[in-house]
């Protein structure tokens, strides 16, 4: 009896659901609860894309002049009386001919005989993808190979879409650089002060806060004054990354200083120094995985200030400049009312701004409701 028991036991399958998962299987079944995370991971996903494939997205190419200031042109499927007509298509601006009454200059409008047609995948100006690939194919654009302005010209005639799209690479490349330092040096300090304590942890922590009573936005537009105007334009890149990464460190490792110190009382940390187990072994192998949820986390949480530093930076003419393109160095434009109210589409980076720090906030508390075990 006992045994037909046993083997009935044997013979009775364990439910999927009960099965033991692993700790990253868990955090992103919690994830994926999480509407707003989702989204945001959507978000930055599309991001990323944008700024790896720039070239295959954009209309033009960023760095030609043409028409000033020239409206962006709306795609349509109808007709000038109001009929519908396919494929879609954008009606470029032209000379009508009249005068305006008051103060005599040329009237534009919409030229409805040659019509520009909306198509996918279409020739236009050449590149390189992905930095080494020859390609002349463009993701939207006319059929007829002219180029479309979907979000309008700067005061040069350059394309504004095709310039957002292409400055999303230095504005993500400097968020990522930065956060990437950051977080390396921040983790090692904060690991190491609280790890140690003592005279470690007071002299470290004074360095810290020297590096936190540093008012930051002085301190950016003394030492970029600094760089001569004819540096190379990847020098003052290389500055502007070095500085933001040179102040952004310490409060990393304010964090992961209170983390490790909690650590540092645990039961098998305790028991890893009794067995005789080096520093360096209990630094990597215990506590840093442990504070990896909060670092990360507090990663998702960095770029977006990155980023929305460099574009107030930008704006100022203090961060990147020409022939670079960044979204900062874009609203520079935008410095006057009279320029916003006559071009208001030259305000189209501030969207884009906004949709990445939405996107990494959203993302990041997402994902720290996900890491917490509580």
């Not at 690991?191 to 140690?196: A, E, L, P, Q, R």
């Amino acid at each position: 009896m006992t045994d037909n028991i046993l083997q009935t036991v044997d013979t009775v399958k364990e439910p999927e659901a009960n099965k033991n998962e692993t700790y990253l299987a868990l955090v992103w079944r919690r994830l994926k609860r999480s509407f707003s995370g989702m989204m945001g991971l959507i978000l930055v996903v599309f991001l990323l894309f944008v700024a790896v494939f720039a070239d295959f997205l954009s209309p033009a190419d960023p760095r030609v002049t043409g028409a000033s200031y020239q409206p962006p042109q709306m795609v349509t499927v109808f007709g000038k009386d109001g009929e519908f007509v396919f494929p879609p298509r954008v009606y470029p601006l032209g000379d009508t001919g009249e005068l305006d009454p008051i103060t005599f200059q040329p009237l534009v409008g919409k030229d409805y005989d040659n019509p520009q047609i909306i198509g996918l995948f279409v020739k236009g100006a050449p590149y390189k993808l992905l930095g080494f690939i020859p390609a002349g194919r463009h993701f939207i654009g006319a059929t007829d190979g002219s180029v479309i302005h979907f979000l309008g010209t700067d005061k040069l005639g350059r394309d504004v879409l095709s310039r957002i799209l292409y400055g999303s690479r230095i504005s993500l490349l400097i968020a990522l650089t930065v956060v990437t330092v950051v977080t390396i040096v921040g983790t090692s300090v904060g690991m190491t002060s609280g790890y140690f304590g003592g005279p470690v942890d007071s002299w470290i922590q004074r360095f810290v806060e020297l590096v936190l009573a540093f008012p930051q936005l002085p301190f950016y537009l003394a030492l970029a004054s600094l760089i001569p105007v004819t540096a190379p334009t990847k020098v003052f890149l290389g500055f502007v990354i070095a500085v933001m990464s040179a102040l952004g460190w310490a409060q990393m490792s304010r964090e992961v200083r209170g983390k490790t110190m909690g650590l540092v009382r645990m039961d098998y940390v305790r028991a890893a120094i009794a067995v005789g187990a080096t520093d360096k072994r209990i630094i990597f192998r215990h506590i840093l995985p442990n504070v990896m949820s909060h670092v990360i986390v507090a990663v998702t949480l960095a770029i977006p200030t990155v980023v929305l530093l460099e574009a107030f930076l930008g704006f100022l003419g203090f961060a990147v400049k020409p022939p670079m393109i960044s979204w900062g160095l874009m609203l520079r434009d935008t410095s006057n009312y009279a320029v916003i109210g006559a071009y208001p589409w030259l305000l189209s980076p501030v969207a884009f701004v906004l949709l990445t720090v939405f996107a990494f906030n959203a993302f990041g508390d997402g994902l720290r409701d996900a890491i917490d075990p509580y």
